[in-house]
């Protein structure tokens, strides 16, 4: 694929580990380790040299079994765990030129609140699952700064509308609702300050084959509306088929092949690419 615009987000060599690592393994080109693991010292390097582009209005996925990295990449993306080193850049922040991983604690709060949105795998991590659905959607407003309520009530009712809840069910909390209406909550919640991009987590899983495939359509409809960047991660190859441009294949905190997603799907490269299609195709 050539691409002539500038990326929404550069990552550059993002490294995250757990342990502190011992001379067995802390020379990246020559470690020696068990998957992602230093049997010596039992340090974890759960992402290892990761690095990718996202351009605007693309869906990028990321794939793997459980346990090569994927998640821990988007923790540290969101700023929710903390990066070993590497870098990652996004063009709606000061033109792309600050390392974000470098930011303030205060900065980071700022492009968490403004510019990522995220959906989590597990709702009660994005949502306050007794507040009620629109005041899931003030909240986030407030933290970027929002304090007329009118408006925050015209922006939740224009989002819950547009996720398919009912009007008459936007005052009531998440933890009355379904699994797939309580994703299609955090999907609006984490689009209330219009942010360009959007990290998605295994937002399907867990859910009944019939409700995976509406929380699809929607996430398909509302990046063709908005034109918003999505970094998606999921284990089902499937999800990824539908929805994603390019993907990524991840192993032990690696990228091992990485391509447009009908050509890893249809003509993998890579042995455990060609494993992880056909064991879940």
Known sequence: MIQTEQPMISVKHLNKQFG????????????KLYKNFCTVCQTVYSCQDVSFDLYPGEIIGVVGESGSGKS??????????????????LQAYKDGT???????????????????GKVYQNPMLGLRMDFTSIGNIAEKMIAAGSRRVSEMET????????????????????????????????????????????????????????????VLDLIKALQRELGISIVLVSHDLGVVRMLADRTLVMLDGRVV?????????????????QQLVHSLL
């Open 155 to 214: 922006r939740g009712k224009e989002l819950l509308e547009k996720v398919h809840i009912p009007l008459h069910r936007i005052k009531e909390a998440p933890k009355h609702f379904s699994g797939g209406m309580q994703q299609r909550v955090q999907i609006a919640k984490a689009l209330s300050n219009r942010p360009p991009v959007l990290l998605l987590d295994e937002v399907t899983t867990g859910l009944d084959l019939s409700v995976q495939a509406s």
């Open 20 to 31: 502190q690592g011992c001379p067995h393994c802390m020379n990246p080109d020559s470690r």
């Open 257 to 273: 092949e990485e391509g447009l997603t009908d050509q890893i799907l249809e003509d993998p490269q890579e042995a455990y690419t």
């Open 72 to 89: 821990t990449m988007m923790r540290c993306l969101y700023f929710d765990q903390e990066a070993t080193s590497g870098e990652v850049y």
């Open 98 to 116: 600050r390392n974000l991983f470098a930011e303030s604690t205060q900065q980071k709060r700022y492009i968490r609140n403004h510019l990522m």
